[in-house]
């Protein structure tokens, strides 16, 4: 391999970056999702200076554990950036750890973003993704990158539809030629289920409890819907501290009661659900009945989630293959054919 060759390989280690409110992913051209880690940056602040002690799964790791000199925070709130020198560090240390740190390595990058992103948000995910050395920025729809990834005909002449339920928003669009028809963003995800669990369980059994705890009784026992027989379904033991008597205690909670906690962000998924549908041009609501919804996001495996919205609309409703992955894939896959989706791209310049 000569100079030019050398040279020609080092500056083509393009990614895909999912920039997510709860983990970011990042696909690598030509070998795939390389990364999948936590959006969470733990700071230590000491005489006057902050300097990044953990990023990712360590960080993450010490949320509602730190002392008063560490801060452990998530630069994004609802699929944006919420502090800019934050998530700047926080992508340049994956763009890093992507790269096993080659100095020189500047990259073309593309970014998700939020359907409902304002042009003051989608600049600052575009200036923070330069800064951490990419030399071109490229924005993709979540939307869009979610039902390229789970294998929808978006470019075709027919009506798909998604919903991506991320961390911070859910989204739900219309596809058809390679366009959003029509979108819909709302700002309820994984982190709206997690503190309504935490509204719950104080309410319900005065346990106070934090959002790594709530996270780990949605995926245990969390339901859209209590279950049909009558009886609580599955269980799981949760810990916190009793806000009556300030001592740490245990209580069981069941799938039924954890349900009934979501109850009011199910019901927000499905009546956007429903506005989207009664906005979709009727040549492409007959595709979509044809063709079903696809649930994509961390949020689709929520359990029961897909009947709810099927009994809803009474329309077929799948859940795609790899749901927690198909924002990185979609991106990943716009990544590699570059020249002929440009199309559902935004560059930067």
Wanted: proline share 4%; charged share 25%; glycine share 10%.
């Amino acid at each position: 391999m000569n100079i030019f060759s050398k040279l020609g390989s080092l500056f083509s280690s393009d990614i895909a970056i999912d920039l997510g409110t709860a983990n970011v992913l990042v696909y690598l051209k030509d070998e795939g999702i390389v990364l999948n880690e936590p959006s969470v940056v733990a700071i230590l602040e000491a005489g006057g200076k902050s300097e990044i002690l953990a990023v990712g799964e360590e960080a993450k790791n010490m949320v509602g554990k730190t002392p008063g000199s560490i801060k452990a925070i998530r630069p994004l709130k609802d699929g944006v950036i919420a502090d800019f020198d934050v998530a700047e560090e926080m992508i340049k240390h994956f763009i890093r750890k992507v790269h096993n740190r080659k100095r020189f390595v500047s990259p073309r990058i593309i970014v998700c973003i939020p359907y409902g992103a304002t042009a003051v948000e989608r600049r600052a995910i575009q200036e923070a993704a330069e800064s951490a050395g990419a030399r071109r920025v490229y924005l993709i729809e979540e939307p869009m990158a979610a039902a390229i990834g789970a294998g929808l005909p978006v470019s075709e002449p027919c009506g798909s539809m998604v919903i991506d339920i991320g961390g911070g928003t859910t989204e739900i669009a219309v596809l058809s030629l390679g366009g959003i028809v029509y979108a819909k963003s709302i700002r309820v995800g994984g982190d709206k289920m997690d503190g309504d669990i935490v509204s719950y369980v104080r309410k319900a059994h005065d346990l106070l409890i934090g959002e790594t705890s709530a996270e780990r009784i949605k995926k245990a026992v969390g339901a859209a819907s209590v279950p049909k027989n009558g009886e609580p379904g599955r269980k799981t033991v949760v810990k916190g501290r009793n806000i009556k008597t300030g001592f740490p205690e245990e209580v069981e909670v069941n799938e039924a009661q954890i349900a009934e906690g979501l109850k009011e962000c199910v019901s927000a998924i499905v009546d956007a659900v429903k506005v989207a549908l009664e906005n979709t041009p009727p040549e492409l609501s007959s595709d979509i009945v044809e063709r079903g919804i696809v649930l994509t996001g961390g949020g689709a495996l929520l359990k029961n989630l897909d009947e709810v919205i099927q009994n809803v609309t009474h329309l077929s409703v799948i859940v795609a293959e790899d749901p927690l992955s198909c924002v990185a894939l979609g991106s990943g896959r716009a990544l590699e054919e570059l020249d002929t989706m440009k199309g559902v791209l935004n560059s930067s310049r």
